[in-house]
C-alpha cells in the first residue's frame, strides 16, 4: 500500500492506494502541484440612493437584474398598476408596476442599468 495526499477543490486527501501490478515501477512519477484556487470576484455593492422624503413611496427592485425599459418620467403622474419599468431576471421580462396613485418625483434608474434587490428605482409622492 502506498499513501498519497490529494487535494481537490481545495480539500486536502489523503488515500491509500495498492498496486496490483507486478513489479515495481523504474521511474518515480513527477510531483504534481495543486491548480491555484480561482479569484473570488467580491460581492457587487449597491449604490446609495438618494434618501425618501417623508410621505413618498420609493419603488424597489423586488429582484437583481438589468432595466430594459423607463416608462416613467419626473412629473408624470401615474395610476397605481401602471407599468413604470420593465426588469429583465433569469431571462424573463418583469414589470416593475405603481403600488400607488401618484407623482414621478425621481427615476434613478436607465435602460441597461444592472440593479441590486431592494435598489430604489422610482420615488412616487
Known amino acids: 500500500m502506498?499513501?498519497?495526499r490529494i487535494?481537490?477543490?481545495g480539500v486536502v486527501h489523503e488515500v491509500e492506494?495498492?498496486?496490483?501490478?507486478?513489479?515495481?515501477?523504474?521511474?518515480t512519477a513527477a510531483p504534481v502541484k495543486a491548480a491555484p484556487a480561482a479569484p473570488v470576484a467580491p460581492a457587487p455593492v449597491a449604490k446609495?440612493?438618494?434618501p425618501v422624503p417623508a410621505g413618498a413611496k420609493a419603488v424597489q427592485a423586488p429582484m437583481p437584474g438589468k432595466i430594459l425599459s423607463v416608462n416613467a418620467a419626473p412629473g408624470q403622474a401615474v395610476?397605481?398598476?401602471?407599468?413604470?419599468a420593465v426588469l429583465e431576471a433569469m431571462k424573463m421580462a418583469n414589470e416593475i408596476m405603481a403600488p400607488v396613485d401618484g407623482?414621478?418625483?425621481d427615476v434613478n434608474i436607465s435602460v441597461g442599468q444592472a440593479v441590486s434587490t431592494g435598489e430604489v428605482l422610482i420615488v412616487l409622492s
Open 2 to 4: 502506498e499513501k498519497f
Open 7 to 9: 487535494t481537490l477543490n
Open 17 to 27: 492506494v495498492e498496486r496490483i501490478s507486478g513489479g515495481a515501477s523504474s521511474h
Open 48 to 50: 446609495a440612493a438618494p
Open 79 to 84: 395610476k397605481r398598476g401602471e407599468v413604470l
Open 103 to 105: 407623482t414621478v418625483s
